[in-house]
């Protein structure tokens, strides 16, 4: 049995609509296209790849972590496919992470009047399509306030230079806070994260 054989057994996803997993889209996505796969029951690394190889369009599998493999392909549409192939397999869950989706990013300076549903009305942006708006609020005296800044989730791997709310340009700023972090364990002390 060769590798592709093993593939093509795997059942097509016949999930429900609101059920369907995060796709790339051929349009606003520029690559790398990867998925993470990871076992149902705690599969090693080496036993999720025996259950998946053969992947058509998989250019590399790459360990993730312990239980996770990160599987590289060329294009959007074979991620896409391979994505909904695993979708409903018995064994292997496969996601697209969200960093790969979305990009995160800050505009400052925005009066805290405007709720969320008007900012989101209002921004007019060149190439990249927004999926939230998100006033940033911090604590003080015990409830939570609004500040000047909204965090703004597009879709896509790249974020604009500038939005334009209302005619007024902002600069759009990486969201830091919504990045993934690193998490460093010093020796005899609490993580730290960067």
Not at 65 to 84: D, G, M, P, Q, Y
Not at 112 to 127: A, G, R, T, V, Y
Request: some cysteine; aromatic content about 10%; proline content about 6%.
């Amino acid at each position: 049995m060769n590798k592709s054989d093993v593939w093509d057994n795997f059942p097509a996803s016949h999930l429900h609509p609101q059920l369907q997993p995060v796709l790339y889209s051929k349009t606003l996505h520029t690559g790398p296209f990867f998925i993470l796969i990871s076992g149902k029951n705690n599969l090693h690394q080496l036993a999720l790849c025996k259950l998946v190889y053969g992947i058509p369009g998989a250019l590399f599998y790459k360990r993730a972590s312990r239980l996770s493999v990160k599987i590289t392909f060329a294009t959007a549409t074979e991620a896409n496919n391979a994505i909904l192939k695993l979708a409903s397999h018995e064994k292997v869950s496969a996601i697209i992470p969200e960093a790969s989706i979305y990009h995160f990013g800050i505009i400052s300076n925005v009066l805290p009047d405007f709720s969320e549903e008007e900012l989101f009305k209002n921004i007019i942006h060149q190439s990249q399509n927004i999926s939230t708006v998100r006033q940033i609020k911090r604590f003080s005296d015990g409830k939570l306030v609004p500040t000047f800044s909204v965090e703004l989730k597009f879709n896509g791997n790249q974020l604009p230079d500038k939005i334009s709310i209302n005619g007024l340009h902002f600069k759009v700023y990486p969201s830091i806070s919504a990045q993934t972090k690193t998490v460093f364990q010093m020796p005899k002390t609490r993580p730290w994260c960067i």
